[in-house]
């Protein structure tokens, strides 16, 4: 089997634009008539529903930002009673603040039936076994690619993160074909199987589908090397619905777009205006396929750029170029989101300055994150078991306020280097 | 019944060390004794001076973190086993020692210990109970 839905992978680019004009028509009265919000931004941006007629007409629409999310919490943003809610998500705030996401039976489907295309695009079938590795919860990471191995009929494992050496023997033992986590996470399983003394050639293992962190072709060489795969990208936000908004085909060489429930735009990121095709900016997506909450105009933060030159795969879906970067200043790290304003806030409730510097790096493919703050008099004590106490208990707020690990490093005033006045914040030096 | 320490934050880079005494020559502050303790990424210099609220301000001015404290110095005899003996007492007393360190004085015959503990003065008046002398800040100058 090539294709999970041929008749909508490999649509003529008339029927899929009719499709989208239909959907997205459905999907603007929807946010218009139940989300105050929606009424409240098209209102001001003297558009009503009538007037989108096909799917050109949503440059009309406003944008919708994280904020709006955020000033939404929990569920301003649905657009359907909670009777008719069957699942929540949540991703990462700055400052506390979950992003809260609603899923009705058919958005569920909608999402299994995004990640079932992909799986069957990087050639998985119903007879394999899924090794799912990418944390199980508020996530949408684990249940994402849980759904779609379901919804494929595949043997699904639901493994979560942890516990390396355990997840080898369970991959050796049930055969498992497939694998998904995050790259770095498959990088450190390759560590494993060496420091374990397995040939990765002795395992069934046949594909990897890494997301939810940047990862570049390089990683791509070594992942497939150390665990004997191939290895192939997938792309997918908890805004919009979870992973399976986008995937890669055996080409490797840019993501198809779902773009039948996930209309994607880019535009520039500061005159928010559309570029043509091919050139960078940033990715925007529309959920016409959704009903709980049918986002208008996303702006993901992410950079990207969409290129409909046809694809030896046979799909006709838009590709979108793997992302190269943020529009904010927004970090991946160990694939969860983590927002410089989010450490600052937790060094503030240690009574420190807000002077402090993030450097971030990768070592033996593992994502480090260093938290360096200067140190202050009033923080200052003789003993260094007093300062080694409390750096240990930042990074413990650290790791609540993150859910991801920060090591704290007390270095002098002053010795931050600051530009402009401002300390520069943060120091990226994963070469991705 | 206590003496000035200055304590300093140091950053473990090549130079640092020598930047943060060199600022104290500057200004002519005489070191009488000094400890590092140290981890991988940092240290603390400890410092017994001339002119504790001096070297305090001159800290202050040139940006580096620096605080004083009281603590406890004892004249111990030069003989073998009489460190040992102090910090029996302290210890059958039940006072921990945070750290110690010692310094020679123009007294041939004995040696100064300063001791960091949390009550200078019970661990003062156990020290003197036991035949210690305790030193005083103008003892040492």
Redesign the interface.
């Given at each position: 089997m090539n294709y999970y839905n041929e008749h909508i992978e490999t649509a003529s680019a008339d029927k899929m634009r009719a499709l989208q004009s239909e959907r997205l028509k459905t999907a603007v009265g929807r946010c218009y008539n139940n989300v105050p919000l929606y009424k409240k931004k098209l209102d001001e941006a003297g558009v009503k529903p009538a007037d989108i007629k096909t799917i050109d007409d949503i440059i009309k629409l406003p944008f919708t930002t994280k904020q709006d999310l955020r000033d939404s919490y929990p569920f301003d943003m649905f657009a359907v009673p909670m009777g008719d809610i069957v699942r929540i998500h949540a991703s990462s705030g700055t400052t506390g603040k979950q992003t809260v996401v609603g899923y009705t039976k058919n958005d569920i489907d909608v999402w299994s039936e995004g990640a079932a295309r992909s799986l069957i695009a990087y050639g998985a079938a119903k007879t394999d076994v899924f090794h799912v590795s990418y944390g199980y919860g508020l996530f949408t990471g684990g249940l994402g690619l849980h759904y779609g191995s379901e919804t494929i009929g595949a043997a699904t494992v639901p493994v979560s993160a942890g516990n390396t050496e355990r997840q080898v023997e369970i991959m050796r033992d049930f055969g498992s074909d497939v694998l998904c986590c995050t790259p770095s996470y498959a990088m450190f399983i390759g560590e494993t199987l060496k420091k374990m003394n397995i040939d990765p050639k002795s395992l069934k293992l046949r594909i990897g589908i890494f997301g939810a962190e940047p990862w570049t072709e390089n990683m791509r060489l070594e992942i497939e090397k150390a665990l004997a795969i191939d290895a192939y990208d997938i792309y997918g936000l908890s805004e919009v619905a979870g992973p399976g908004v986008s995937f890669e085909c055996k080409e490797k060489n840019g993501l198809h777009v779902n773009e039948d429930f996930f209309y994607p735009e880019i535009v520039d990121k500061d005159t928010l205006e559309p570029v043509p095709d091919g050139e960078y900016g940033e990715l925007v997506f529309t959920c016409i396929g959704k009903e709980a909450m049918p986002l208008l105009r996303y702006r993901t933060r992410d950079v990207s750029a969409l290129t409909r030159e046809k694809c030896p795969c046979g799909r006709t879906l838009v590709k979108m170029l793997r992302p190269k970067g943020r529009t904010d200043d927004m970090l991946i790290i160990r694939g969860v989101n983590v927002f410089p304003s989010q450490i600052e806030h937790v060094i503030l409730s240690f009574g420190m300055e807000p002077n402090y510097q993030i450097v971030v790096d990768r070592e033996n493919n593992l994502d480090t994150m260093t938290v360096k703050i200067e140190?202050?008099?009033k923080f200052?004590?003789?003993?260094?078991?007093q300062?080694?106490a409390a750096q240990k208990k930042i990074s413990e707020g650290l790791m609540s306020a993150l859910s991801v690990s920060a090591k704290v490093?007390?270095?002098?005033?002053?010795?931050i280097p600051r530009s402009m006045g401002k300390a520069v914040r943060v120091v990226d030096s994963r070469r991705i | 019944m206590s003496i000035k320490q200055i304590s300093v934050f140091v950053e473990n880079r090549p130079g640092r060390l020598a930047e943060i005494t060199g600022v104290l020559a500057d200004n002519g502050i005489d070191i009488r004794a000094l400890s590092v303790a140290d981890t991988a990424e940092y240290g603390i210099l400890r410092l017994i001076v001339d002119k504790p609220e001096k070297t305090l301000d001159i800290f202050k001015q040139s940006n580096i973190t620096a605080n004083v404290k009281d603590v406890l110095a004892a004249a111990v005899p030069d003989t073998p086993g009489s460190f040992a003996k102090a910090v029996r007492i302290l210890t059958d007393s039940g006072i921990s020692i945070e750290y110690a360190y010692a310094f020679i004085t123009p007294k041939k015959d004995q040696a100064y210990v300063i001791f960091r503990v949390a009550d200078n003065d019970k661990a003062g008046a156990v020290l003197s109970r036991a035949g210690f002398s305790l030193i005083e800040q103008d003892d040492i100058f």
């Open positions: 140190m202050s008099e200052f004590s003789d003993e260094i078991k300062l080694e490093r007390l270095v002098e005033p002053d010795s | -």
